[in-house]
């Protein structure tokens, strides 16, 4: 048990360590001098003052310590300094009398509920009478003086997390309930239904509380991490939003500060938060004494001191004057980009602030209010810039427009082609149109299965080699007699080394020929004069000589045998055809990395179909999600559907819906 201090003389922080075990619940007395704190292991009154909390009594003695000792949530009568209540866990409500001379003050115990007790609260008139609501989705209106329960209020919820009596009418309640409504009740009517019931959070309502000035005026807390605040009339009208880190688990109004409410969290967050629903992105006070969250709070006869429990089995004082200001520290200076419209948003702090040159005389008889009270204002200058510098290469009516689908390959890439050029992209137009010439390539190839069956039809030939056979017996080759005298005449005589035989004029090839050995060029003088024609063949040729000789000399006669039937040309070198995958896969790395993948993607998809590019996976997986996100980003939900499509039938890879 420790007690320690911060600040300097007067109203100061405080704190106080139970010991014992967490707090669940404190509840202040009516003279503000007195705190009981309640929890499943501990149950004390402190007195508090200016030096320090100092432990007055221990409700948790005696022998039969047993589940009603376990306390969920405390409050103290209103007129009775003297009288407690409390809900235990096993669904029981006890009242405790302070006055009695003995160790034990159990008083009472009510068990009318089935199971846990969330919240007791008395009348604010009568003192006879004493509100439970439970886990059990009812309400229960005791009758301290009979001890017994004289009406019950069945909520149609599975449990009844807090309840309120309305300010200025002491015979409405307010509850919540874990199903997100809120009810409000009349005493007089018994147990019918509420004769109002709306629908406040998106999920359980923890806790609730009525403005102490506007009884109109409503304030709901749950677990979507939002304090709301209402007015109340026939109908509920919501008014203002606050925005936690947290689901909400308390909250209480601060007292002579119309817009200011405290919250503490559920889990998570173990500030205190205090709110200006003016404000309500931002706390106008943080207080972050406790090391975890924060159970309860209630305010003291000052709206500068509030008390506060936590599950850190501490007590603590919070003085407004040692309270953090979030806003303080908020960045006065900002940059925003918008990417897609090449916009720049600056804010930019103001340092002083002038009113067009105007001088503002301070009022005297005006009551304003002192500076730790009010929100700190950080004001800011605002600009926007717009640049030509950054442009979106990804294009809505592209993406409407393109065909991935329905048509053969060359037929999407020439209408694509067209599609970009009338949207002045003419890069995406070359990329269609390089693969339209691709696809017609592979489209007008012989395949495999095409070859074998033409090569399955073809008779078979005998003696069939893998060169060209020129023989004399081909029909073919039954033309005149004088062209193939002329032809060999040349080749003899050499004047008709310089040409090409058997290829027309165009690219010059290299041939081998295969020539049997004892065809050779010999001198005249190595001839016989007379060489023995032979059946079939063809007479010999006489051959003027060239070379300068007397005339008298005679004329000597070459006979050559005509052997074209044994010239062979065993091996041709074939012309390499273009490959067109190298540049179209050059040319899709660099539309994607000038974060193109509109068109990346899109002939990818296409050329799917007829070929395989050789793309990295990884890069392949980036491009198509990357794709997919600008489809859904523009709402463009069936061509984001068809791509996802299109990509898990070509490849391996999964897309998250």
């Known amino acids: 048990m420790q007690n320690q201090s911060s600040g300097g003389s007067g109203t100061k922080s405080l704190c106080f360590n139970l010991g014992d075990g967490p707090a669940n619940a404190l509840a202040i007395s009516k003279d503000y001098t007195h705190v009981v704190v309640a929890g499943r292991n501990v149950f004390k009154i402190l007195g508090v003052d200016d030096n320090g909390f100092v432990e007055k009594m221990n409700l948790r003695v005696g022998k039969n310590l047993n589940l009603n000792y376990s306390c969920n949530d405390v409050v103290w009568s209103t007129s009775d300094e003297n009288l407690i209540a409390t809900g235990a866990t096993n669904g029981a409500v006890v009242l405790w009398n302070l006055s009695k001379l003995t160790r034990a003050k159990q008083e009472h115990v009510f068990v009318d509920h089935q199971r846990t007790v969330h919240k007791v609260l008395f009348h604010p008139t009568d003192s006879t009478m004493l509100l439970s609501g439970s886990q059990d989705g ?17 909520s149609n919820s599975e449990s009844v997390r807090d309840i309120q009596f309305v300010p200025k009418n002491s015979f409405s309640f307010t509850s919540v309930s874990e199903n997100g409504s809120v009810q409000i009740w009349d005493l007089r009517k018994g147990g019918e239904r509420p004769y109002l019931t709306f629908t406040a959070h998106n999920g359980p309502v923890f806790s609730c509380d009525w403005h102490p000035e506007y009884s109109s005026v409503l304030a709901t807390g749950g677990r979507d991490r939002a304090i709301k605040i209402w007015t109340i009339s026939n109908v509920a009208t919501l008014e203002h939003t606050i925005q936690t880190v947290a689901s909400v688990g308390k909250i209480k109004w601060r007292p002579q500060r119309k817009n200011h409410i405290g919250s503490t969290s559920l889990v998570v967050d173990a500030s205190v938060c205090v709110w200006d629903y003016r404000r309500p992105f931002v706390p106008f006070a943080a207080f972050e004494k406790h090391k975890d969250v924060a159970t309860g709070i209630a305010w003291r006869n000052s709206p500068h001191i509030f008390l506060s429990t936590s599950k850190d089995c501490m007590v603590w004082q919070n003085v407004f004057k040692d309270a953090m200001r979030p806003g303080s520290k908020a960045i006065p200076q900002a940059l925003a980009l918008n990417v897609r419209r090449g916009e720049i948003a600056h804010a930019q702090a103001v340092t002083s602030y002038q009113q067009d040159g105007v001088t503002k005389y301070q009022i005297y008889n005006r009551k304003t209010a002192p500076l730790n009270e009010k929100f700190h204002l950080a004001q800011s200058n605002f600009y926007t810039f717009h640049t030509n510098l950054m442009k979106d290469p990804f294009s809505v009516d592209c993406a409407k427009r393109y065909i991935l689908n329905g048509r053969s390959a060359p037929e999407m890439c020439e209408k694509n082609a067209e599609i970009a050029l009338e949207l002045n992209i003419p890069q995406a137009a070359l990329v269609w149109e390089i693969s339209k010439l691709y696809c017609q390539i592979l489209k007008t190839e012989e395949t495999p299965e095409n070859a074998k069956t033409a090569e399955a039809s073809t008779p078979p030939k005998e003696d069939q080699e893998d060169h060209t056979h020129f023989s004399d017996d081909d029909p073919n080759n039954s033309s005149s007699e004088t062209e193939k005298q002329d032809l060999l005449a040349e080749i003899a005589s050499g004047l008709h080394m310089n040409q090409n035989l058997f290829m027309p004029p165009g690219p010059t090839y290299d041939f081998n020929y295969d020539v049997q050995q004892d065809w050779q060029v010999l001198p005249a003088e190595a001839f016989q004069p007379r060489h023995e024609i032979r059946e079939g063949s063809s007479p010999p040729i006489h051959l003027e000589d060239c070379s300068p000789r007397e005339m008298e000399e005679p004329l000597e006669t070459v006979a050559i045998e005509n052997r074209t039937n044994q010239l062979r040309i065993t091996h041709m070198d074939p012309i390499p055809d273009f490959d067109f995958r190298v540049p179209l896969t050059k040319a899709l790395h660099y539309h994607a990395a000038k974060g193109d993948v509109q068109t990346t993607v899109s002939v990818w998809l296409v050329l799917q179909t007829l070929c ?46």
């Open 138 to 154: 009812t309400v229960k209106c005791f009758d301290i003086r009979l001890h017994e329960a004289k009406l019950t209020f069945k």
């Open 612 to 657: 395989q590019l050789e793309i990295p996976l990884k890069k392949l997986e980036a491009w198509c999600l990357t794709y997919v996100e600008l489809l859904q980003r523009h709402r463009l939900h069936t061509k984001a559907a068809l791509v996802r499509k299109k990509t898990r039938e070509k490849t391996c890879l999964l897309f998250t819906e």
